[in-house]
Each structure stands twice: as structure tokens, then as C-alpha cells.
């Protein structure tokens, strides 16, 4: 499995964009780059994932570089409820190990 | 649909004791796994399974068993509690092998703290 790499904590002001990066350079070709968050000590929630594109939904968008080693989860309009501990995680399909690292503390601020 | 769920919401346990955290999900997914999440940190893998009658270790193993009979329920096993163990257990889901396009679904916890 691929391993991450995240900044411990950002800052992001209230009602701005929050891009968070992730580092995934010895990713494979088969494994899919997810992000989860988790708020105070709840079970990490699905945030979105990827595999080559860049992907869009209605909580966040992935954007994945073209060699695919490293990706950034971008919130578009930050609130004080998007404060979390937020995690990148690669998987492969035919392995089915998820591994967490420390993720990035996000802190939104007023 | 319940989803994942998992209990007893919080556990106290003596050193010594043993008890089973439970899990079940409704999804009929194949792959359900087992972390632990110490106070400031992120999660990490005790077990998991890809599916009925097979389990394998993650991370951290030592002091805890698992079976899966069914596809639906996973539990978790502390055959003897140290204060070691003292955590936050989280049950996650998904569909199984060759589905690397599959989210982890989480249940809410279960509080263990051993005295």
C-alpha cells in the first residue's frame, strides 16, 4: 500500500476556499486516492475519491496531478462545521487494506 | 437502511476481563474491518475481512480476535483487557475484493476505557 503524506494543521478563513494536499508518491497504478474527515472523536466520514480525473460532488472536489503523485482536496466555501481532522488514504482494489495516517487538523476561523 | 452499527456505545472493563464489541452491517458488503483510535491520533487497523470464514491482521493485532460466520457481523474480541487497550473502536464496511472503487463506511464507536 501507498503511504500519504499530509500537513498536521491549516487554517482556513470562513467562506473561503480550504485546499488541502496530500503527497502519494509511491502510488500504484490500481489504487484509488480517498479522503475522509472526522469531526471531534465520531466515525470518519467519506469525503470523496479518484483515480486518474479530477472529481467533483457536493460536499468537495479531488484534484489529482497527471502523474498522480500527489492530490488536493479542495472545500470551496469553508464553514465553521468543516472543521475536522481530514485524511488521504490510497487503495488498491485487490488489497484491501485501508491505512489512516495523522491526517491535517483543519481549523476554520470567523 | 442502519448501516454500520456497533455496541455497546461506551464499555468501562477491568484489567483481566474479556468482552466482545460487536458490529453489523446491512449493506452485504464483503470486506469489514476493525481500528482503534488512541486520543489524538488517527486510526489504525486491528483486523479485517474480505468476506465469511476469512480474516487477517492489520496493524496491530496482539489482544484481539476476530470471526466472521456471516457477512453480516464482525465481532471484535478482548480476550484479556490491559490499559493498554484503553481506545475508541470504530466497525468500517465496504464491497470486497477487485473493488478498489468502494468507500469504507463507519459506525459511531465504541468508548473502551480499562481500568
Known amino acids: 500500500d501507498a503511504k500519504t503524506t499530509q500537513p498536521p494543521s491549516m487554517d482556513c478563513a470562513e467562506g473561503r476556499a480550504a485546499n488541502l494536499p496530500c503527497n502519494h508518491s509511491t502510488i500504484s497504478g490500481n489504487e484509488y486516492v480517498y479522503w475522509y474527515r472526522q469531526i471531534h472523536s465520531q466515525g470518519p466520514q467519506y469525503i470523496i475519491h479518484g483515480l486518474k480525473n479530477n472529481e467533483t460532488n457536493e460536499m468537495a472536489s479531488l484534484i489529482i496531478t497527471e502523474d498522480r503523485k500527489s492530490s488536493t482536496l479542495i472545500l470551496p466555501h469553508a464553514t465553521l462545521r468543516d472543521t475536522a481532522v481530514y485524511y488521504c488514504i490510497v487503495r488498491a482494489g485487490n488489497f484491501n487494506k485501508f491505512y489512516f495516517g495523522s491526517g491535517t487538523k483543519l481549523n476554520v476561523k470567523p | 437502511n442502519a448501516g454500520v452499527t456497533q455496541t455497546p456505545k461506551f464499555q468501562v472493563l477491568k484489567t483481566g476481563q474479556s468482552m466482545t464489541l460487536q458490529c453489523a452491517q446491512d449493506m452485504n458488503h464483503e470486506y469489514m474491518s476493525w481500528y482503534r483510535q488512541d486520543p489524538g491520533m488517527g486510526l489504525r487497523l486491528i483486523h479485517y475481512s474480505v468476506g465469511a470464514g476469512i480474516t487477517d491482521q492489520g496493524e496491530v493485532p496482539n489482544g484481539y480476535n476476530v470471526s466472521r460466520s456471516t457477512t453480516e457481523d464482525f465481532p471484535l474480541r478482548l480476550l484479556s483487557a490491559a490499559p493498554s487497550q484503553t481506545s475508541v473502536y470504530f466497525c468500517?464496511?465496504?464491497?470486497?475484493?477487485?473493488?478498489?472503487?468502494?468507500?469504507?463506511?463507519f459506525g459511531n464507536g465504541t468508548r473502551l476505557t480499562v481500568t
Open positions: 468500517a464496511s465496504s464491497y470486497g475484493r477487485g473493488v478498489g472503487n468502494s468507500p469504507l463506511h
